[in-house]
């Protein structure tokens, strides 16, 4: 049975204050729907053959990890905490079973890298015909590598800052919330997350339908196709190029925070 509001409080200051490993159990139970609903929707956007359980068992890793990390006294929910570091031990399993074939994986890198250099050339988002041009490649498979970028990727509004090799990314919850309680690593974290709102009031219309629908009121890819009356693989790619037009964001305008790039999710 959940506990209410009054238990849980109790729970977070047995374990955090006296170091009750009851309590600590306590809330690894009453959080761990957090990781059957971050699995469930992961599976969506990942190609078939993956054992739900597999992902189901690295996210409870994360969350034994958000729970040991967070810091029950400060004024942010711990839902948000948690979500994000499920989502980063279940990526991190991913990634280590590299279940993208290497081939496929460096056409999505050369069209992240094509995408990226046009934009900053042309200081607009590019065209799928510009795209295709510069790939020597026709529109429609630009169109099929942007869903399987979606899919393989499974890029995510808590991912979208990249790393100091360009290959990994940080959880910007992470920075917000800092078991440390470091000043600086507060503003940092402020500042990260008034770039990424700017980023994203400056995506063409549909794309920022497409995260606002898809993050803010939780539905899923088929459900917004339904919405905007284009199919599911059309809502892949909107969400693709919304996330690849964030990152290039955070990258350009997040080279001024020297820190971001040793933030990384431990």
Do not use: C
């Not at 499920?86 to 994986?105: K, T």
């Not at 050339?121 to 498979?141: C, F, K, T």
């Not at 088929?222 to 919405?227: A, C, N």
């Amino acid at each position: 049975m959940p506990l209410s509001a009054s238990q849980l409080e109790a729970a977070w200051k047995d374990y955090k204050v006296y170091k009750n490993p009851d309590a600590r159990i306590e809330l690894i139970n009453h959080y761990s729907y957090l990781v059957r609903i971050t699995a469930g929707r992961l599976m969506t956007a990942l190609p078939g053959g993956l054992d739900r359980e597999d992902l189901i068992g690295a996210g409870v890793i994360g969350l034994i990890k958000s729970v040991d990390q967070f810091d029950f006294s400060r004024d942010v929910k711990f839902e948000t905490y948690a979500i994000a570091l499920i989502r980063g031990a279940i990526l991190e399993m991913l990634r280590d079973e590299d279940w993208v074939p290497r081939s496929i994986r460096e056409k999505l890198k050369a069209l992240d890298r094509t995408i990226h250099d046009l934009e900053v050339r042309l200081n607009r988002p590019p065209a799928d015909i510009e795209v295709a041009e510069a790939m020597n490649l026709s529109e429609q498979e630009v169109s099929e590598l942007m869903v399987r970028l979606g899919r393989t990727n499974v890029f995510s509004l808590d991912d979208v800052i990249p790393g100091s090799d360009g290959d990994d990314y940080i959880h910007f919850v992470e920075l917000i919330v800092d078991e440390d309680a470091n000043p600086s690593r507060e503003y940092e974290g402020r500042e990260i997350k008034r770039i990424l709102g700017d980023g994203v009031d400056h995506l063409p219309e549909r794309e920022r339908l497409v995260v606002a629908l898809y993050y803010y009121e939780g539905l899923t890819f088929k459900e917004i196709g339904q919405v905007l009356g284009v199919s599911e693989s059309r809502v892949y790619q909107l969400h693709t190029q919304a996330l690849n037009r964030l990152r290039n964001h955070m990258r350009t305008e997040g080279a001024a925070l020297p820190s971001v790039s040793r933030a990384r999710t431990r």
